[in-house]
């Protein structure tokens, strides 16, 4: 059974730093990409970052641009989001997802992690 495990959320204060984690288990798994996907209350969930592992090709959200870089290494199934430089509206739960092969959708979530700016 495939498990996406996030840690690293938190209470930070705007303008502050957080690092999120994600960690697959699961014999069977393997991923052409890795994501994050966050959700506020009351929104529609937004994609964040992913990384593609066949050439290490980086993708980012409008809104964090500049802001939140997203690592990993394909070997351990593991990815990374450093975000710096948090606003207000970062505050969300933030979700790590991984898609299985080209074309396809994502379909391996975890459970989310919560991320609280403050003021």
């Known amino acids: 059974q495939v498990q996406l495990v996030e840690s690293g959320g938190g209470l930070v204060q705007a303008g502050g730093s957080l690092r999120l984690s994600c960690a697959a288990s699961?014999?069977?798994?393997?991923?052409?990409?890795m994501g994050w996907f966050r959700q506020a209350p009351g929104k529609e969930r937004e994609f964040v970052a992913s990384?593609?592992?066949?050439?290490?090709?980086?993708f980012y959200g409008d809104s964090v641009k500049g802001r939140f870089t997203i690592s990993g290494d394909n070997a351990k199934n593991t990815v990374y989001l450093q975000m710096n430089s948090l606003k207000l509206e970062d505050t969300a739960v933030y979700y790590c997802?991984?898609?299985?092969?080209?074309?396809?959708?994502?379909?391996?979530w975890g459970q989310g992690t919560q991320v609280t700016v403050s003021s």
């Open positions: 699961g014999r069977s798994f393997s991923s052409f990409l």
């Open positions: 990384i593609r592992w066949t050439d290490d090709r980086l």
């Open positions: 997802a991984a898609a299985p092969r080209r074309g396809s959708a994502y379909d391996n």
